[in-house]
């Protein structure tokens, strides 16, 4: 199988981002919305100033969001991608686009109506993440879903000329599993951390397993 995208997203301090820019994931995220990983536009800008990311993207991630929030992370950060992890409409979506010109990621959660959800947002985003739905909290749950929905995911995202990423849950424990689906693309962060922090050697296993199944051969 083709190597799947990597995203390390929940950087909170500059030593994670030290840490993951020189990982080998392609998308680094930042949350901007109500969580216990939330960051400062204007802090992570200092950040960015010690840090090379330009082999990277980057990745910011809403719920549901104010035209000034977007417009304060907007103005601050060389932003990459916006990812929605709200209740965000397609009309909403639209006016954002046209707004800024950016590329957009919406996040839906597994159910049994998740297909029905990506069709009514395929025309709009240019790629979506699949995270596991729990009461009360819209992603960063560290709690995997049923995974042998993911195919269906994927078929998806290809027939639509989608990005697809699997989030909710993935560690190094777990992520052989995940990888026997053949995902585009794998969100990690809780799965990535010790102590609130991001961690090298974790980085360094899950890249390790992600390695051993990709298929060099053309």
């Avoid at 560290?142 to 042998?148: A, R």
């Avoid at 697809?164 to 809780?190: M, R, W």
């Avoid at 609130?196 to 890249?207: G, H, M």
Wanted: hydrophobic letters at 40%; proline letters at 3%.
């Amino acid at each position: 199988m083709p190597k799947p995208l990597l995203k390390f997203c929940g950087i909170r301090s500059l030593d994670d981002l030290k840490i993951v820019s020189s990982s080998q994931a392609e998308y680094i995220g930042l949350i901007f919305a109500e969580s216990k990983r939330r960051v400062d536009p204007k802090i992570v800008k200092t950040w960015l100033k010690e840090v090379d990311i330009t082999a990277k993207k980057l990745v910011a991630v809403f719920v549901n969001p104010t035209a000034n929030e977007l417009a304060d992370v907007l103005t601050n950060l060389p932003i990459d991608v916006i990812q929605f992890h709200g209740n965000e409409s397609y009309e909403d979506i639209k006016k954002v686009k046209e707004t800024f010109a950016v590329t957009v990621w919406k996040a839906l959660h597994h159910h049994s109506k998740t297909i029905e959800e990506m069709h009514s947002f395929k025309n709009i985003v240019d790629g979506f993440v699949i995270d596991s739905r729990m009461k009360g909290q819209w992603g960063g749950t560290g709690v995997s879903f049923d995974w042998s929905a993911v195919p269906h995911y994927i078929k998806f995202s290809r027939d639509t000329s989608k990005l697809c990423f699997i989030a909710g849950g993935v560690n190094e424990s777990n992520i052989g599993k995940l990888l026997t689906y053949h995902p585009q693309g794998i969100d990690l962060s809780s799965g990535i951390e010790v102590d609130n922090k991001k961690s090298k050697d974790k980085i360094e296993r899950i890249e390790e397993r992600v390695l051993q199944n990709v298929n060099i051969s053309r």
